[in-house]
């Protein structure tokens, strides 16, 4: 099984931004980490041996198909200037973000309506137990 991992760093509003992307078995995720100020080479080198494990990734999209065959040198030299020239994230990245970030908004939504259903069971039973002990005594 082929992974191929690349990330992407660039300067988006006020913070640093790095976009991993990761193929694998025709499946296509996507984590984004925010850097803060510039970081340098072996900054984002230290980054990953540490921080690597510990990225969540997005749900994956499906490649129809999957490239493995060899490529001209002098071609993939083109290919990775065009890359490094290129400044921003790619649409199947920005894709795969926004599909994480709406599955968290609903994780989100979910979580604090649950927690909005306990603590008003808490209080219910509370107002009970006092309801229960002022008429203990008659």
Same mark, same amino acid.
Request: with cysteine; glycine share 4%; proline share 3%.
């Given at each position: 099984m082929n992974v191929s991992i690349k990330l992407t760093?660039?300067? #988006? /509003?006020?913070?640093?931004? /790095?976009?991993?992307?990761?193929?694998?078995? @025709?499946?296509?995720?996507? %984590? @984004?980490?925010?850097? /803060? %100020?510039?970081?340098?080479?072996? #900054?984002?080198?230290?980054? *990953?041996?540490?921080?690597?494990?510990?990225?969540?990734?997005?749900?994956?999209? %499906? *490649? @129809? #198909?999957?490239?493995?065959?060899? *490529?001209?040198? @002098?071609?993939?030299?083109?290919?990775?200037?065009?890359?490094?020239?290129n400044n921003g994230i790619g649409t199947k990245a920005q894709l795969a973000m926004k599909l994480q970030q709406e599955s968290n908004i609903v994780e989100r939504k979910k979580n604090s309506k649950d927690e909005n259903e306990q603590e008003k069971e808490r209080q219910f039973a509370m107002h009970e137990l006092k309801k229960k002990e002022k008429h203990r005594g008659h």
């Open positions: 760093v660039f300067f #988006e /509003g006020m913070f640093w931004v /790095g976009v991993f992307e990761r193929i694998s078995a @025709k499946k296509y995720e996507v %984590s @984004k980490v925010v850097f /803060g %100020s510039e970081p340098k080479d072996y #900054e984002v080198y230290d980054f *990953i041996l540490k921080e690597f494990c510990n990225l969540r990734f997005s749900n994956y999209l %499906s *490649i @129809k #198909e999957f490239k493995d065959k060899k *490529i001209n040198p @002098k071609k993939l030299q083109k290919q990775i200037k065009k890359q490094t020239e």
